[in-house]
């Protein structure tokens, strides 16, 4: 079974540039999360899809960050504009139905 | 009361030794407990987790040790190996809600041959 997949794995900016990272779940998992991950600290949830539909976004910067989810598998991160404190590592994970969800392996972004 | 507290930060351990890392919870709605585990450039791969119900899980040589009552629980790794040299992370969720996990600050842990 393929894992979730995640791209581009590494990505450097200026800051106020854009961009904007790609999720592939694991076939069948109809919940997809991302997570933001700042060095040296625990993942964070930006966002929860269930199918297409978003479940929690508390803790997304609407003002510069907006996700999609368009047919329930494959889901966009993006960030318009970069700021310098949006440097980390974005995860993505899926779940089917269980409580374990499995990550891919991270974009890590740098905004200089 | 959403925050989950880990520590220590870092651990240094001899190969064989037993490496204990200890998380805290405030929410008594949290009924999930995973244990994490993340090498360099890699994802977080679950390692174990633990529901409430039961005070110990044990599978190889890792263990989570629950308390229920001080909302606290702890992973143990027996036998360390140069092998487990990676960074771990406790979290919790509630089950049947959106499944949100809240993630303990980490615990970068180093053993030594």
């Known amino acids: 079974e393929a894992g979730v997949a995640q791209s581009p794995r590494y990505k450097i900016i200026e800051k106020r540039q854009s961009v904007a990272f790609w999720c592939n779940p694991i076939?069948?998992?109809?919940?997809l999360y991302w997570y933001q991950q700042i060095l040296g600290q625990g993942p964070k949830l930006l966002i929860q899809?269930?199918?297409?539909?978003?479940?929690?976004d508390s803790q997304l910067p609407k003002d510069r960050f907006s996700a999609e989810r368009l047919k329930g598998v494959d889901s966009t991160l993006k960030i318009q504009p970069a700021k310098l404190e949006d440097s980390a590592v974005y995860l993505c994970a899926s779940t089917l139905l269980s409580d374990t969800q499995y990550f891919g392996p991270g974009t890590r972004l740098t905004v200089l | 009361q959403q925050q989950v507290k880990q520590s220590p930060q870092s651990l240094i351990v001899q190969k064989g030794g037993i490496s204990i890392i200890n998380c805290a919870y405030e929410?008594?709605?949290?009924?999930?407990f995973p244990w994490y585990q993340q090498f360099p450039g890699k994802g977080p791969a679950l390692l174990i987790a633990i529901r409430p119900d039961v005070s110990e899980k044990k599978e190889g040589r890792f263990t989570i040790s629950f308390n229920k009552s001080a909302k606290q629980f702890s992973l143990h790794i027996m036998d360390s190996q140069p092998g487990d040299s990676a960074t771990y992370f406790c979290a919790a969720s509630i089950s049947g809600n959106t499944g949100k996990l809240i993630f303990g600050q980490g615990t970068t842990l180093q053993v030594k041959p």
């Open positions: 929410n008594t709605a949290f009924d999930y």
């Open positions: 076939s069948g998992h109809a919940t």
């Open positions: 899809f269930q199918n297409n539909g978003v479940v929690d």
